[in-house]
């Protein structure tokens, strides 16, 4: 039950690189997402699909693109990498009629020096 | 955007002692999830609270949702280290879930 699966757990990148973070849930859920975490600052929504073939910006899209690839995976791109894009970040999904549950990922550490 | 207002925002406390986490907005929600967190891994769903005034407990730990559905508290009840973690409270807003920022507990043995 491999549930929702992120890579890699753990990227530094300099400044200006770009990057993809990959996510993949086996749950057959239509809902995936993408949220930060900061210090303090609790999860905070990047983008999110509510189903194959849409994206919709969350609270802090800026930096950020994501692809809605097929059912099963939603990724995150990082353009052109800053240090305030330096966070956790963790890739969801849920299915309303399982009552919305959430279930996350283990997380990617990404470090931007 | 909904703001979630989470109480405090840490707490360290000792092994035995009750605990209670709020979280606060000015706006009425449908439903409110709790979630917790380890170092290390990604949030797990705790509960979610539907109708106003309603009270759910798991083991040693009580939710409430307010009467009004504007608020909810998180009571832990004699607080052991297992239960060390980030509690997050967190609200669906047309198919977007978003989190309050989080109350780091601690207890210590």
């Known amino acids: 039950n491999a549930g929702v699966t992120q890579t890699p757990k753990f990227q530094v990148l300099k400044t200006g690189q770009s990057m993809t973070l990959q996510c993949a849930q086996d749950?057959?859920?239509?809902?995936m997402y993408w949220y930060r975490q900061d210090p303090g600052m609790g999860l905070r929504l990047i983008y999110y699909s509510a189903s194959e073939g849409t994206t919709d910006k969350g609270e802090v899209p800026n930096g950020y693109n994501v692809s809605r690839l097929n059912k099963r995976e939603f990724s995150l791109r990082l353009e052109s990498a800053a240090p305030s894009q330096t966070s956790v970040y963790f890739c969801?999904?849920?299915?309303?009629?399982?009552?919305?549950?959430?279930?996350f990922g283990e997380g990617s550490w990404l470090t931007v020096v | 955007t909904q703001l979630l207002e989470q109480s405090p925002q840490f707490l360290s406390i000792q092994e035995g002692e009750n605990l209670t986490v709020y979280c606060n907005s000015s706006s009425v929600f449908s439903s409110l999830q709790w979630y917790r967190q380890e170092p290390g891994e990604g949030p797990v769903l705790l509960v979610t609270v539907v109708t106003g005034g309603e009270v759910k407990k798991l083991k040693r730990l009580t939710f409430q949702f307010g009467d009004a559905r504007k608020d909810s508290s998180l009571h832990i009840t004699a607080a052991q280290p297992g239960d060390t973690g980030l509690y997050l409270c967190?609200?669906?807003?047309?198919?977007?879930?978003?989190f309050g920022q989080g109350t780091t507990l601690q207890v210590k043995p």
């Open positions: 749950m057959n859920h239509n809902s």
């Open positions: 967190a609200h669906s807003n047309t198919g977007k879930l978003i």
């Open positions: 969801a999904s849920s299915q309303k009629d399982s009552g919305n549950t959430i279930y």
